[in-house]
């Protein structure tokens, strides 16, 4: 069951109201999931359970996506915009540092989030922003094409397609590398997701000059990447390793783009380990990314 929360933000025309939609469930430490651009909070549906057993799960709609609204008019979807909004997310929530996992655009957002020391600890899978030009172009190509799929194929179209794992694969093989374990309701539900949000074209254009190059001092870093993923290729983990020296780098072998679908206990280790507690237990596992 999803609730909503609204919060003040500030913007270039003065304090405005905005509203985010999130799903809070389990106990222990907050963990709070971002998804990638034109998903919605349920790419973490495999893994939420999972988390909850052991944290407290916050899982949002980024604001343009699901069931979010978008920013108020003149108000940027560029990094230096949401990352502030996502504080005060946390702030509305009275959660304090939170760990956050992300998800390619998510994964941005959340190493951001651990530069400025608004989290404990940030677990990201295949992030955005370790591209070369060339590669943010495929990428970006490749999700307008989506785009525009989804908005062209008719409703009934696409729950006729849903329901053979051969229709899920032409829908999601982009971001599945086991796109016929994703049941027909949850392909429909993030189809329309893509087709519906009124922040996508922004928010690509805002990431048109992102380029991730910092380091994150002092907040425990994990990257992983998977070894299948067709949109960001696992080449771009390398380049985030350099970036963020001290990151723990992984490998999730077999594993698409949203790799929470296709191996849901690999991608809930890799989580808890990455947001246990500082000076706490070592990791239990590292697969490194080759």
Known sequence: MTEEVSFTIDTPLGSRVTS????????????????????????WDPVFDLLAADRDVIAIDLPGFG???????????GLSTVVPVLGALCEALGIERPHVAGN??????????GREKLVRSVTVLSPAGFWTPAERQYAFTVLKTM????????????????RTALGRTALTSTIYARPSRRSPEAV???????????????????GQDVLFTHDVPGVPVTIAWGSKDRLLLRRQGV???LAVPGARLVRLPDCGH?????????VTRVILDGSRTVGGPSPRSAIQLV
């Open 188 to 206: 429909v539900a993030e189809t329309v997701a893509l087709r519906t949000a009124p922040g996508f074209e922004q928010t690509l254009a805002a």
């Open 239 to 241: 380049r985030a390793k």
């Open 147 to 162: 785009r525009r799929t989804a908005k062209a194929l008719p409703l009934p179209l696409i729950e006729r397609m849903a």
């Open 20 to 43: 985010v939609t999130y799903r809070r469930r389990g106990t222990g430490e907050p963990l709070l999931l971002l998804h990638g651009i034109g998903h919605h909070l349920q790419a």
């Open 104 to 113: 390619s655009l998510g994964g941005l957002l959340a190493l951001e989030l």
């Open 258 to 266: 949203v790799p929470m679908n296709d191996d849901p206990a690999l």
């Open 67 to 77: 069931a979010s609204p978008g920013l108020p008019d003149g108000v940027s979807y």
